[in-house]
């Protein structure tokens, strides 16, 4: 949060008036099994302007958290957080095991191969908000790190 507001207030009168987009690569999403009711998305995002992942949505999850990793008591668990900065014209990974975006309180199973949409809210340090629309394919269950749930 500190950092955030530092490069606010380093970034927002100098701010150059282009529309830098967002970018999203290597989007992709882990697949459920029938009862399964959450599941996680990830990307890579790189904002050239710098900004803040402040919202999430898909058709396919009535709730879409920004999640992360932490310890708690020497335990791995993930929490919501209200946001992911976005430092400008880094990588930022979310990855198994690291930040994600959490697809919960799912309407269906989501099958290997199938495109899921996800469209993605990033905040720039002008305040500006831009929705980015992503399509993500559905990757085997098994993919990437299992990680255990903290809801
Ligand atoms: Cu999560």
């Keep these: 949060m500190i950092r955030h507001i530092l490069a606010?207030?380093?970034l927002g009168t100098s701010a150059a008036p282009v529309i830098a987009q967002t970018h999203v690569a290597n989007a992709w999403v882990r697949g459920t099994v029938a009862q399964?009711?959450?599941?996680?998305?990830?990307m890579q995002i790189v904002s050239p302007q710098g900004g803040r992942l402040v919202q999430a949505s898909s058709p396919v999850a009535c709730v879409v958290e920004i999640h992360e990793m932490a310890m708690e008591n020497n335990?791995?668990?993930m929490r919501a957080i209200p946001g992911l900065d976005l430092p400008a014209g880094k990588t930022v990974e979310l990855k198994p095991g690291g930040y994600h975006v959490m697809l919960m309180d799912l309407k269906r199973e989501l099958k290997d191969g199938e495109q899921v949409p996800v469209t993605l809210v990033v905040?720039?340090?002008d305040g500006k908000r831009e929705s980015i629309q992503v399509t993500a394919p559905v990757k085997p269950l098994a993919a990437g790190t299992p990680a255990k749930h903290g809801h």
């Design 123 to 125: 905040e720039g340090t």
């Design 36 to 42: 399964q009711k959450s599941t996680g998305a990830f």
């Design 8 to 10: 606010f207030a380093l």
């Design 75 to 77: 335990v791995m668990k």
